[in-house]
T-cell receptor
Framework: KNEVEQSPQNLTAQEGEFITINCSYSVGISALHWLQQHPGGGIVSLFMLSSGKKKHGRLIATINIQEKHSSLHITASHPRDSAVYICAVRYGSGATNKLIFGTGTLLAVQP | KAGVTQTPRYLIKTRGQQVTLSCSPISGHRSVSWYQQTPGQGLQFLFEYFSETQRNKGNFPGRFSGRQFSNSRSEMNVSTLELGDSALYLC????????????FGEGSRLTVL
């Protein structure tokens, strides 16, 4: 079982829909990152969370530390939101500190 | 403000050769981390450097190594290349170690023939 699980793996939405991507993890973490990767490789950091909720434009990220769960919401989705969304958690301390990644959610927003 | 720069962007090597990839972080960032991305394994952490010291390392063989210079630029080296080393290698910089938002480069795509 992967330490970081994302769902769904694939998601197709119509423009304007509200989208939710989920991330569950099994380890104690110090931070959680949501990343966006467009075709061609470049990765952009969307959020870094250690508690609560953050909002940036149409994107909202929440985290529940007790339940080991985070969600990424996209309001009023647009075709340019089509990308792979990756959840990553940082855990461990000192020499064992590392970042581990979910397998990603491929989002396609159709006009 | 310039972003994270990785060179070269694309390269082709043959089995048994070695390769060196370079990463120039955002000015002022002292932490550089490296990642391997493959279709089968996804993104995996390689190692992280802060102030010229390796702070932590992922589960990769000793053929994978790196270093960081006093200007925070970092290099990673893969020796005795194997076909399975074909991947996109990404680096990211951040202000501090273990914490802080990550800023990724565009990656170096390595093909091993």
């Amino acid at each position: 079982k992967n330490e970081v699980e994302q769902s769904p793996q694939n998601l197709t939405a119509q423009e304007g829909e509200f989208i939710t991507i989920n991330c569950s993890y099994s380890v104690g973490i110090s931070a959680l990152h949501w990343l966006q990767q467009h075709p061609g490789g470049g990765i952009v950091s969307l959020f870094m969370l250690s508690s609560g909720k953050k909002k940036h434009g149409r994107l909202i990220a929440t985290i529940n530390i007790q339940e080991k769960h985070s969600s990424l919401h996209i309001t009023a989705s647009h075709p340019r939101d089509s990308a792979v969304y990756i959840c990553a958690v940082r855990y461990g301390s000192g020499a064992t500190n590392k970042l581990i990644f979910g397998t990603g959610t491929l989002l396609a927003v159709q006009p | 403000k310039a972003g994270v720069t990785q060179t070269p962007r694309y390269l082709i090597k043959t089995r048994g050769q070695q390769v060196t990839l370079s990463c120039s972080p955002i000015s002022g960032h002292r932490s550089v981390s490296w990642y391997q991305q493959t279709p089968g394994q996804g993104l995996q952490f390689l190692f992280e450097y802060f102030s010229e010291t390796q702070r932590n390392k992922g589960n990769f063989p000793g053929r994978f190594s790196g270093r960081q210079f006093s200007n925070s630029r970092s290099e990673m080296n893969v020796s005795t290349l194997e076909l399975g080393d074909s991947a996109l290698y990404l680096c990211a910089s951040s202000w501090g170690t273990y914490t802080g938002e990550l800023f990724f480069g565009e990656g170096s795509r390595l093909t091993v023939l």
